[in-house]
């Protein structure tokens, strides 16, 4: 039975995982709740398992800070632990004039976040390294990638636990109260209801993180906290399309999401997607009426494309806290000091770049609690 602990991580996805394993450099004593059975069962495995390169976020943003600096990390790891990766590279296409203009800002925007390798190409250029897409221009990215994100998740998940952190699967945690300097974390598991305290909580809730930072006793609405959830769904092609193209094949980004793109996986398997729709609940059905929408979107880039070679596959939810009408919306990750909570710390809206962030965050929020 749990009495008091030093640090209480709040979900078992890459972010949780990173953190815990960063925390576990010093000799705190490091417990992570997850409601699911195992680790790294929602948003961490129903992602485009794309290493990033900073290219989307404004300046100065923590999504760019820590996507350029994730992306580094996360590279180096694989290396030196046999975690699978291919620095594939990735090219954004245009497809007008008008979309021409957006690679050129992108380019702008990506060489001031530190991306320092990006490359305009011109339509001959770009059709000369990849000779089946249609574009009029392009936009290379030589170190953008594709990741084993199981066999990051679950490297994270051992390294964890060898040094000393302690998983409690099957456990929700359902309130948390301060208590004199500490917090008292409520739980619920199978043998029913209970609580312990910790000195430091850290929410790395994904889809429910706003619900937790709620149970805290902060006004989500005020603090601009409210997420909407974003649905993002992929149709697999045909194995007649394996190979086909050494890239990653991305259009210019959407209001709400990167594009539908062109993504080869580790295992040979061909994908397109995601989408990007707002959804008010959790639900990681396909709808196979969008089939025709995946086909046109691809079609405008990847004229080879045939409708019937198109599967529905997989879909997530993007956690957002930029809604249907807003502008950009960085990361919030912030210990809730201001609000009279000193060591309650927050991630919440840890969308895309998360997993190429991962990391990064990671040292980040470690900084906070040394
Ligand atoms: C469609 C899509 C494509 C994406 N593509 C990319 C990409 O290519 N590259 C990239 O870098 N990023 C990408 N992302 C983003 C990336 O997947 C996320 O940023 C990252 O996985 C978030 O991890 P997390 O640990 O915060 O969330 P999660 O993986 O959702 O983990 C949160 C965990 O908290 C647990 N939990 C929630 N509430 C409680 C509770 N009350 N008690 C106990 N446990 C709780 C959940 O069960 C869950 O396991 C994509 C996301 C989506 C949706």
Redesign the pocket.
């Known amino acids: 039975m749990l009495t008091e602990i030093d640090v209480a991580i709040?979900?078992?996805?890459?972010?949780?995982?990173?953190t815990a394993h960063e925390i576990a450099q010093g000799k705190k004593q490091v417990f992570v709740?997850?409601?699911?059975r195992t680790?790294?069962?929602?948003?961490?495995?129903?992602?485009?398992?794309?290493?990033?390169a900073g290219i989307y976020y404004p300046r100065d943003s923590l999504k760019a800070r820590l996507?350029v600096e994730?992306k580094t990390l996360l590279y180096d790891l694989c290396d030196r632990h046999d975690i699978r990766y291919k620095k594939c590279g990735k090219l954004i296409v245009a497809a007008d004039e008008n979309e021409i203009r957006w690679l050129e800002e992108l380019h702008e925007q990506g060489t001031k976040n530190g991306v320092d390798d990006l490359v305009l190409l011109s339509r001959t250029e770009a059709k000369k390294l990849e000779p089946r897409i249609e574009a009029r221009a392009g936009l290379l990215s030589p170190s953008s990638g594709i990741?084993d994100?199981h066999g990051l998740l679950s490297f994270l998940h051992s390294q964890a636990r060898e040094k000393g952190v302690q998983f409690v699967f099957g456990?929700?945690?359902?309130g948390i109260e301060r208590a004199g300097a500490k917090y008292k974390v409520h739980?619920r598991d199978r043998d029913g209801v209970s609580a312990f305290v910790a000195h430091i909580v850290v929410n790395?809730?994904?889809?429910?993180?706003d619900?937790?930072a709620q149970?805290a006793g902060i006004d989500i609405t005020e603090s601009s906290y409210e997420l909407h959830y974003?649905?993002?769904?992929?149709f697999s092609l045909d194995s007649k399309y394996r190979n086909l193209m050494a890239r990653l094949i991305y259009p210019t980004p959407e209001q709400a999401?990167?594009g539908i793109h062109w993504?080869q996986a580790l295992d040979g398997r061909v994908l397109l997607?995601?989408s990007?729709y707002y959804v008010e609940t959790v639900d990681y059905s396909v709808d196979e009426t969008h089939k025709e929408y995946f086909h046109s979107s691809a079609k405008r880039f990847l004229p080879f494309v045939e409708l019937e070679d198109l599967a529905p596959e997989s879909?997530?939810?993007?956690?957002k806290l930029q809604g249907p009408d807003d502008g950009f919306r960085d990361f919030v990750i912030t210990d809730e000091e201001r609000v009279g909570l000193p060591g309650l710390i927050n991630?919440i809206g840890?969308?895309?770049?998360?997993?190429?962030?991962?990391l990064a965050i990671a040292r980040f929020v470690g900084r906070m609690t040394s």
């Open positions: 709040i979900g078992a996805g890459v972010i949780g995982l990173a709740f997850e409601k699911n680790f790294g069962l929602e948003t961490s495995s129903r992602n485009s398992e794309v290493i990033h996507c994730g990741l994100s456990t929700e945690v359902i739980i790395c809730a994904g889809l429910n993180s619900r937790i149970l974003c649905k993002g769904e992929y999401g990167h993504r997607g995601p990007a879909a997530g939810i993007r956690p991630l840890i969308e895309s770049p998360g997993l190429t962030a991962a």
